[in-house]
């Protein structure tokens, strides 16, 4: 069955940096596009990056744009983010999710059908 | 940005009753509408894509209707396990966008 693991999260001051890692088990990695969702404790979901099959290509949401950075490597089936220049209000569980590509009208886009239990980044001082 | 306004935010219902959830877009999303189901302390479970294309493996009590802006999320008959919070995403713009949820409550 589909498994997703989430590791790296922990406290970390503002400015500092952290790279959470995703491991994937159950089906073939290098065949889905990988997001990481956000979860302010006790607030909504908040998409905040995709990377495609060959990590060629990756997007962000405006509030991490330039801070975040995702990866993977297909080889060790994995998902990356690194997160530099943390902010408190980017304290939030954060998921790894399997994504699913539609084509739009306009653009591809993305429902996710997989998500791993998530790990939380808190940034406090 | 489209915005997605999910309502109410908290549904009081009784075991074995019908629940209904709606969510509201800005702006027309076609079908391009999934809902997710999200118990405390876990990550969100996928329930429907395409606004009413059950994922694998939910019952046939949760169904997803409506395209374009309102779109309807019915639970009926409501088990123990069904109380909890549910979301709607929509994926037809960018950038991607999730309502604020329901949380479905016993009566």
């Known amino acids: 069955q589909v498994q997703l693991e989430e590791s790296g999260g922990g406290l970390v001051k503002p400015g500092g940096s952290l790279r959470l890692s995703c491991g994937a088990s159950?089906?073939?990695?290098?065949?889905?596009?990988m997001t990481w969702i956000r979860q302010a404790p006790g607030k909504g979901l908040e998409w905040v990056s995709y990377?495609?099959?060959?990590?060629?290509?990756?997007n962000y949401a405006d509030s991490v744009k330039g801070r975040f950075t995702i990866s993977r490597d297909n080889a060790k089936n994995s998902l990356y983010l690194e997160m530099d220049s943390l902010r408190a209000e980017d304290t939030a569980v954060y998921y790894c999710v399997r994504t699913m590509v539609v084509l739009t009208a306009t653009l591809p886009s993305y429902y996710f059908d997989y998500w791993g239990q998530g790990t939380l980044v808190t940034v406090s001082s | 940005e489209i915005v997605m306004t999910q309502s109410p935010a908290t549904l009081s219902v009784s075991p074995g009753e019908r629940a209904t959830l709606s969510c509201r877009a800005s702006q027309s999303v076609s079908s391009n509408l999934a809902w997710y189901q999200q118990k405390p302390g876990q990550a969100p479970r996928l329930l429907i894509y395409?606004?009413?294309t059950r994922a694998t493996g939910i019952p046939a009590r949760f169904r997803g209707s409506g395209s374009g802006t309102q779109f309807t999320l019915t639970i009926s008959s409501l088990q123990s396990e069904d109380f909890v919070v549910y979301y709607c995403?929509?994926?037809?713009?960018?950038?991607?966008?999730f309502g604020g949820g329901t949380k479905v409550e016993i009566k």
């Open positions: 995403q929509q994926y037809n713009n960018w950038p991607l966008s």
């Open positions: 159950g089906f073939t990695f290098s065949e889905y596009y």
């Open positions: 395409g606004a009413s």
């Open positions: 990377v495609s099959t060959s990590g060629t290509s990756t």
